[in-house]
C-alpha cells in the first residue's frame, strides 16, 4: 500500500525566514496531495492541496511543489509569522482506495519572533 | 465546505469496557474514515466506511476492536472494545463531501475525540 515519508520532524525558523517541508510517497497512483495544518487540540485543517495534473500551486505566502517522476512533493511557508507554529502534514490520496488518505509522519514547526 | 460533528470530545473509561464515538456530516458522503493520532503522532487510519457494506479496515485493525456503523449517508460510529489504556488516543472522524464527482477535493475532519483508558 501506501507509504508517505515526510521530512524533517522538527523545524525551527527565525520570523520572517522561509521554511520549507518534504514528502516522499510510494504508490505511481497517487493522484491528490494535500497539506494539512494542526494547531495544538484542534483539528487539521487543510492549507493547501495540489493534484497530478499540476507542478506547483501557490496561495499567498504558502507554495506547493510536485514531482511526479521521484515521488516527492514539497510545502514552502515563505516571511513566516508566529502563528505558522503547528504541526504539518503531508498526505497522499490513492486512485481507487475510497478516497483514503495516507498521512506523513508530520512536521513540528516552531517561528521564533 | 462540510461541517463534521464528533461526540464525545473527550472521556475517561475504565479499562475492559467500550466506548461509542459518533461522527455527523451536514451533507451526504459516500466515504467515510476513522483516524486515529496517538500523542504526538501522525493519523493513522482505522477503516474506511461505506455506507451498505462492511468497513474496510487497515492493516493491524480488526472488526472485533473496531467495529464500525455506518446506517446511512451523514452517519458514522466506531466502537472502541474492551479497551486497555494503549487505546489511549485521539480518534478522528473524515469525510469528502466532493468525492466521487470525478475530482479530488478536500477532505474535512471531526473535532476530534480524545480518549483516555484507566
Given at each position: 500500500g501506501?507509504?508517505?515519508?515526510?521530512?524533517?520532524?522538527?523545524?525551527?525558523?527565525?520570523?520572517?525566514?522561509?521554511?520549507?517541508?518534504?514528502?516522499?510517497?510510494?504508490?505511481?497512483?497517487?493522484?491528490?496531495?494535500?497539506?494539512?495544518?494542526?494547531?495544538?487540540?484542534?483539528?487539521?485543517?487543510?492549507?493547501?492541496d495540489?493534484?497530478?495534473?499540476?507542478?506547483?500551486?501557490?496561495?499567498?505566502?504558502?507554495?506547493?511543489?510536485?514531482?511526479?517522476?521521484?515521488?516527492?512533493?514539497?510545502?514552502?511557508?515563505?516571511?513566516?509569522?508566529?502563528?505558522?507554529?503547528?504541526?504539518?502534514?503531508?498526505?497522499?490520496?490513492?486512485?481507487?482506495?475510497?478516497?483514503?488518505?495516507?498521512?506523513?509522519?508530520?512536521?513540528?514547526?516552531?517561528v521564533?519572533? | 465546505?462540510?461541517?463534521?460533528?464528533?461526540?464525545?470530545?473527550?472521556?475517561?473509561?475504565?479499562?475492559?469496557t467500550?466506548?461509542?464515538?459518533?461522527?455527523?456530516?451536514?451533507?451526504?458522503?459516500?466515504?467515510?474514515?476513522?483516524?486515529?493520532?496517538?500523542?504526538?503522532?501522525?493519523?493513522?487510519?482505522?477503516?474506511?466506511?461505506?455506507?451498505?457494506?462492511?468497513?474496510?479496515?487497515?492493516?493491524?485493525?480488526?472488526?472485533?476492536?473496531?467495529?464500525?456503523?455506518?446506517?446511512?449517508?451523514?452517519?458514522?460510529?466506531?466502537?472502541?472494545?474492551?479497551?486497555?489504556?494503549?487505546?489511549?488516543?485521539?480518534?478522528?472522524?473524515?469525510?469528502?463531501?466532493?468525492?466521487?464527482?470525478?475530482?479530488?477535493?478536500?477532505?474535512?475532519?471531526?473535532?476530534?475525540?480524545?480518549?483516555?483508558?484507566?
Open positions: 501506501e507509504n508517505v515519508e515526510q521530512h524533517p520532524s522538527t523545524l525551527s525558523v527565525q520570523e520572517g525566514d522561509s521554511a520549507v517541508i518534504k514528502c516522499t510517497y510510494s504508490d505511481s497512483a497517487s493522484n491528490y496531495f494535500p497539506w494539512y495544518k494542526q494547531e495544538l487540540g484542534k483539528r487539521p485543517q487543510l492549507i493547501i495540489i493534484r497530478s495534473n499540476v507542478g506547483e500551486k501557490k496561495d499567498q505566502r504558502i507554495a506547493v511543489t510536485l514531482n511526479k517522476t521521484a515521488k516527492h512533493f514539497s510545502l514552502h511557508i515563505t516571511e513566516t509569522q508566529p502563528e505558522d507554529s503547528a504541526v504539518y502534514f503531508c498526505a497522499a490520496r490513492v486512485v481507487g482506495q475510497g478516497g483514503k488518505l495516507i498521512f506523513g509522519q508530520g512536521t513540528e514547526l516552531s521564533k519572533p | 465546505s462540510a461541517v463534521i460533528s464528533q461526540k464525545p470530545s473527550r472521556d475517561i473509561c475504565q479499562r475492559g467500550s466506548l461509542t464515538i459518533q461522527c455527523q456530516v451536514d451533507s451526504q458522503v459516500t466515504m467515510m474514515f476513522w483516524y486515529r493520532q496517538q500523542p504526538g503522532q501522525s493519523l493513522t487510519l482505522i477503516a474506511t466506511a461505506n455506507q451498505g457494506s462492511e468497513a474496510t479496515y487497515e492493516s493491524g485493525f480488526v472488526i472485533d476492536k473496531f467495529p464500525i456503523s455506518r446506517p446511512n449517508l451523514t452517519f458514522s460510529t466506531l466502537t472502541v472494545s474492551n479497551m486497555s489504556p494503549e487505546d489511549s488516543s485521539i480518534y478522528l472522524c473524515s469525510a469528502t463531501p466532493g468525492q466521487g464527482k470525478g475530482m479530488n477535493t478536500e477532505a474535512f475532519f471531526g473535532q476530534g475525540t480524545r480518549l483516555t483508558v484507566v
